[in-house]
Nanobody, 122 residues
Framework: VQLVESGGGSVQPGGSLILSCVAS????????MGWFRQIPDKEREGVAG???????SYADSVKGRFTISQDNAKNTIDLTMNSLKPDDTAMYFCAASSRLTGLSLTPGTYNYWGQGTQVTVS
């Protein structure tokens, strides 16, 4: 499966953005999907994950502010980000895992990655 992210940009604190990830080559229903983020010199961290049955998981730092969703017809997953903070500034990556049998926000459990989209909050 190939993944392409879009929707990043610059926004003021308190603002909102919606990131989208389009999958091709396979259907997302066969994978656990997730959003991750990374800043320079830091490890990549999990932000949100979603299973084919719609179950979701979020990092504590984004609970109540971010929402992950999937559209099987369009083969996309979105990350709706509200109440953005400067600490949310990072490169955001979409990922898919064919290995998982349950939700995970651990980057090493995902085996397909997009190239990322930059989010800057300032």
């Amino acid at each position: 499966v190939q993944l392409v992210e879009s929707g990043g940009g610059s926004v003021q604190p308190g603002g909102s953005l919606i990131l989208s990830c389009v999958a091709s080559g396979d259907t997302i229903g066969r994978y656990c999907m997730g959003w991750f983020r990374q800043i320079p010199d830091k490890e990549r961290e999990g932000v949100a994950g979603i299973e084919s049955d719609g179950s979701t998981s979020y990092a504590d730092s984004v609970k109540g502010r971010f929402t992950i969703s999937q559209d099987n017809a369009k083969n996309t997953i979105d990350l709706t980000m509200n109440s953005l903070k400067p600490d949310d500034t990072a490169m955001y990556f979409c990922a898919a895992s064919s290995r998982l049998t349950g939700l995970s926000l651990t980057p090493g459990t995902y085996n397909y990655w997009g190239q990322g989209t930059q989010v800057t909050v300032s």
